[in-house]
């Protein structure tokens, strides 16, 4: 991580000329290079010594090396430039940084979830389990359906509201609504749960668990962020499409339908596909609103369904006797999920690619 | 998103085109969508309230904790804030670096890839985080607080004794500055973006290193836009539920202690917690502290969005 | 322009369906077994739906018993909501569901509720579920572990902080305690496992426990961990770490021998049904109520006082002659040594005695149709 720390500055920013008075001296370009190698060598060579762990060796070396080439670079070419290279290599720390999660935590999931990613945890739900086997049918199959349940009630929603703001709404109504919608994305998803269980225990009876429930709760998180993406796509269709065909006499809402629309339909694909896998993650609205069963519940209007995000909660936290098993089941569900999420980024990446309307620029 | 950005279309063509039936229904629907965002949120803190009055007006002995609504929920008000407020500390920082490495120092060709990277951690379900934070995160740690009430005990926040699990208020704030980093930092690599050339090109012809370019250009443009986006950050992790309820040792009240095991609960995690074996008033308690929990969030993104967007409007990019 | 833009349409949203379409077969172990599976025995064939709702504590025995009753009569689904405890008996009061699941019993505001519900004014409740709650501790060279009530008290209300304690001492002479702080682990939801621990305390240890009983931990600053599993790992997790949990749960860790009387008992599942038989039963509740005063106090040999029990509670009589069948035939295999054994399997529960069969027996055999 350290090594691309000091590659050299680009040529539009390295060689102002030298004032007369500064030192001139410049430091080859593999010196920086080489004082991280020899920092790593004496710490490696201390490892013994310190009692060091892969973690603190990363650390020392990066914190030590960084030094050396602050202070190397400060003897050779002055206070500036190693204020210049110290930043360099502070700024590519972080991001190494930022790296460890993201690396261990794929690393984590793939590892111990790979033990359990067989065809038993694709077909089977847990009735009757008792101990090994089981899988997450259930769970997968809620999923789906409250996924496709909510993508239902948010897409219609959300890309009506974006032609309203793009082609219709003026003055301070779409002030409003486009501020109401960047504050709408803000919602925490627990308090959308909330919304959706108080909004049904009033008509219902408390103690209610619906999978509707769960699509409800989802589509506040959802619409935001379909609304926001829609509306960027549709903001990017030429003016010159749209009269062109009122010039035909098309009527505004036909060519909406017939121009607007098709003409930004890549980017609209992108965007419900990047929404959907925003949601499909979501476990505390699903928590309180759909609960979690052992069964196979496929109707979203009588009561708890299983979804997988749900599903690994309490296979983690309420596992069986041994609890092995269990924790080997919510790490294949974490698994599934990631594997679900990637996917469809994956997917809308390759939608906004193929489908992506050949202008002629 | 992308670079070409047409300008919007303009409203001229509204009056022109014939109205038909077609387009009055049409116009309505959209207009009836645009409402229902409005009604929507209205109904959001309508039903809420509803359902958070049985509380408000409840005796106290009947809230959970004997102490009435209000000791019940400022323990938790307090941990919300303590560990958004790490992740924040936590988080800026490294987000604006992150942002300058994309934007400044990585090479150009791989820009774009090394942005996406930072971007799937925004992909993850929050849940996943929960996992790797009880199981990698907190093991991990717990030297590190033994070292810090050790050497640095003398402070109140350090001052132990450390958790022999590594399941803290610390810890959970890392986690969220982890899981907040692609929000934060995906903002502050726009606004940088906006920075004119022509400034940044006219300091590197002054003679200024990169980073004197950096300091003088670019920052003082994005300065606004980065308190913005770590607001909204903010609001994120205000919010997060699964991942603190899953990593956060939850016993006592208010305490700065941070590497400790006693520590208060977070208002989303309280709830996750507690909600799925409650009945009664207890449920109607719970949503009056999610009440508190999307006021105190809602004040936060109005403020964030008001900053973000006076930025937007001032810089009159392109 | 246009033909290609609606094919494009035309094959994203056949990707979607496709995506979407995945719903072909059902999950491979929910396809019942069939006719004339298993030895159904004298019992005729029933079928139907038998709804519960309560503890999460009984939820892993619950799985268990109807995993088992689906090989007795294969016709019938058991469906169980683990809502906890007192979401359960609220539902059963409402009429939501045929019984509920609950680790305390109806107090007096919900007894004359629940006879109202039933259509014979008669309520069951059944101490079905018996499971021994252990004091686990995670301590290094210390495996035997003898602890009298008060020194559990202590430890937990955080006054014995140090592992050679003379207090600790006192009731393990001989052993070598280290000089180690201790960190107790206790639950940091609302659980019936913590109302029952602190129950025994509140109970067996005098004034030496300060608390009143609470599903919540009243004790602030010890370390809190989620869930039986939870507790498990946070105590694995440390050194000099103890904590309470089914012992069904405690796996390696060591488990404490529990002051009771003048002896120390290991906590197993015969002990705890003991305790759960020689308790009083509360009187005054009607014919078929068998809810219990646990006698947490005991000084009874080979009792082990530290038991959290669950009860089953339903109507002697059901309007509904279905109902009725089921909800006995249900019970009837619950409490039979097959049933729990089940239990003990699956969620390591203590078997009930023959003396609390017996008595259960009644109440199965009184459910009727009203």
């Known amino acids: 991580m350290t090594q691309t720390s000091t590659a050299p500055a680009p040529p539009g920013s390295s060689a102002p000329a030298p004032r007369r008075g500064e030192r001139t001296r410049r430091l080859p370009t593999w010196a920086p290079w080489a004082a991280f190698l020899g920092v790593a060598a004496v710490v490696g060579a201390l490892w013994p010594v310190l009692d060091l762990n892969a973690a603190l060796f990363v650390l020392y070396t990066v914190v030590l090396g960084t030094l050396a080439v602050y202070l190397l670079t ?74 496709a349940l909510t993508t239902l009630l948010s897409v219609p929603i959300g890309l009506m509201t974006a032609i309203f703001l793009v082609e219709y709404a003026r003055g301070r109504l779409k002030r409003a609504i486009t501020f109401l919608v960047d504050v709408m994305t803000g919602i925490p998803s627990i308090v959308a749960g909330l919304f959706a269980y108080a909004l049904f225990a009033i008509f219902l009876g408390p103690g209610i668990r619906l999978g509707v429930m769960g699509a409800v709760a989802l589509s506040v998180l959802m619409i935001p962020v379909v609304v926001r993406s829609a509306e960027e796509v549709l903001k990017l269709v030429p003016n010159e499409l749209r009269e062109a065909s009122y010039a035909l006499g098309v009527p505004k809402w036909r060519t909406i339908v017939k121009v607007v629309i098709p003409t930004s339909i890549a980017g609209l694909g992108t965007g419900v596909t990047l929404a959907i896998a925003r949601v499909v993650g979501e476990t505390a609205p699903l928590l309180i609103t759909l609960g979690i069963t052992n069964a196979t519940n496929l109707d979203a209007f009588d009561g708890r369904m299983a979804t997988l995000p749900v599903y690994a909660y309490y296979q983690l936290t309420q596992p069986g006797v041994p609890p092995q098993f269990a924790t080997d089941r919510a790490w294949t569900a974490a698994l599934v999920l990631i594997i679900l999420v990637m996917g469809l980024n994956v997917v809308a990446r390759l939608i906004s690619r193929f489908f992506a309307p050949k202008t002629g620029r | ?139 991990k740690l717990v030297p590190l607080f033994e070292w810090l009430e050790r050497t640095l005990g003398f402070i109140p926040l350090f001052a ?159 | 322009m246009e033909l290609s833009t609606t094919s494009r349409a035309v094959v994203l949203s056949a990707a979607l369906a496709g995506t979407l379409a995945l719903t072909a ?54 469906n169980y909501d683990p809502v906890g405890s007192g979401g359960g008996r609220e539902q059963f009061l409402a009429g939501g569901v045929d019984f509920a699941g609950s680790d305390a019993a109806l107090d007096e505001e919900e007894l004359p509720a629940a006879q109202e519900r039933c259509a014979g004014g008669e309520v069951f409740e059944l101490p079905n579920y ?87 931990w009243p004790v602030p600053g010890g370390e809190a961990a989620q869930g039986t599993s939870g507790v498990v790992s946070a105590v694995s997790g440390g050194n000099g770490t103890i904590g309470y949990a089914d012992l069904s749960q405690a796996g390696e860790l060591g488990v404490a021998n529990i002051g009771v009387g003048e002896e120390f008992v290991t906590p197993t599942p015969e002990a705890a049904a003991a305790v759960v038989e020689n308790s009083e039963r ?14 947490r106090d005991t000084a009874e040999s080979g009792s082990y006082p530290i038991v959290l029990v669950s009860y089953h509670i339903g109507c002697i009589s059901y309007d509904d002659s279905e109902t009725a069948g089921l909800v006995a035939d249900f019970m009837g295999y619950v409490i039979s040594e097959e049933g729990q054994q089940a239990a003990a399997e699956a969620a390591g529960s203590a078997p009930i005695s023959d003396a609390l069969r017996e008595q259960a027996r009644t109440a199965v055999d009184a459910i009727t149709a009203g």
């Open chain 1, 74 to 147: 400060r003897a050779v070419e002055g206070s500036r430039r190693a204020t210049d290279r110290l930043v360099t290599c502070l700024v590519v720390s972080a991001f190494g940084l930022a790296m460890v999660p993201l690396v261990s935590l794929v690393w984590e999931v793939v590892s111990r979830g790979a033990a359990r990613l067989d065809g038993e945890f694709f077909t089977s739900s847990l009735v009757g389990i008792v101990g090994e086997g089981g899988g997450a049918y259930h769970a997968i199959m809620g999923t789906l359906i409250i996924t």
């Open chain 2, 1 to 139: 998103m992308s670079s070409t950005r047409t300008t919007p279309p303009s409203r001229a063509g509204t009056g022109r085109s014939v109205r038909r039936p077609g387009d009055r229904v049409f116009a309505g629907t959209a207009k009836g969508a645009g409402i229902l965002i409005l009604v929507i949120l209205a109904g959001v803190a309508a039903f809420l309230v509803v359902e958070a009055v049985p509380a408000l007006t409840a005796p106290a002995e009947e809230i959970p904790g004997d102490g009435g609504l209000a000791s019940y929920v400022a323990p938790l008000v307090f941990g919300t804030l303590l560990a958004a407020v790490i992740a924040l500390l936590v988080a800026t920082p490294l987000a604006v670096a992150i942002a300058l490495f994309i934007g400044y120092y990585a090479p150009r060709r791989l820009a774009q890839g090394l942005g996406y990277l930072v971007d799937l951690l925004a992909a993850i379900p929050s849940i996943v985080y929960g996992f790797w934070g009880i199981f990698w995160l907190a093991p």
């Open chain 2, 160 to 318: 132990g004794p450390a958790s022999t699990t590594g399941r803290t208020m610390l810890t959970t704030g890392l986690v969220l500055a982890v899981m907040i980093l692609p929000i934060v930092s995906a903002i502050s690599r726009e606004v940088f973006l906006q920075v004119p050339s022509l400034h940044r090109e006219a300091a590197l012809a002054l003679g200024a290193t990169r980073w004197e370019m950096i300091r003088m250009a670019v920052l003082p443009y994005g300065r606004s836009g980065v308190i913005g986006g770590s607001m909204l950050g903010l609001g994120r992790a205000l919010g997060e539920t699964m991942a603190v309820a899953i990593v956060l040792s939850v016993s006592g009240g208010i305490t700065f202690n941070l590497i400790s095991s006693g520590n208060p609960s977070t208002i989303a995690a309280n709830i996750a917690l507690e909600f799925p074996e409650s009945s009664g008033i207890d449920i109607n308690t719970l949503i009056a502290s999610g009440l508190a929990l999307f006021v105190i969030t809602l004040a936060v993104n109005v403020l964030a969005r008001a900053i973000v967007n006076r930025r937007a409007e001032f810089s009159g990019a392109n």
């Open chain 3, 25 to 78: 077969c059902g999950a491979a172990n929910e396809e019942n077994a069939g006719a004339g599976s298993a030895g159904a025995g004298d019992s005729t064939e029933l079928s139907g739906a038998l709804d519960g709702a309560g503890a999460s504590s009984q939820q892993a025995a619950m799985q268990g018993w109807s995993a088992g009753y689906s090989g007795v009569q294969p016709g019938v689904t058991v």
């Open chain 3, 130 to 216: 018996i499971s021994p709650i252990a004091v686990v501790h995670n301590l290094e060279g210390v495996d035997e572990l003898n602890l009298s009530p008060e020194v559990v008290a202590g430890i937990f209300d955080q006054r014995i902080t140090t592992w050679n304690d003379p207090a600790i001492a006192a009731d393990n002479p001989g052993a070598s305690l280290p000089d180690l702080p201790i960190t107790p682990v206790n639950r940091s939801d609302e659980s019936g496992t913590t109302e029952n621990f602190t129950e025994y305390l509140a109970a067996a240890a005098g004034e030496a426990w300060p608390h009143e009983p609470d599903g919540n």
């Open chain 3, 282 to 295: 509360i009187e005054g509740r009607g014919r078929y109520d068998f809810a219990i005063e646990l006698a």
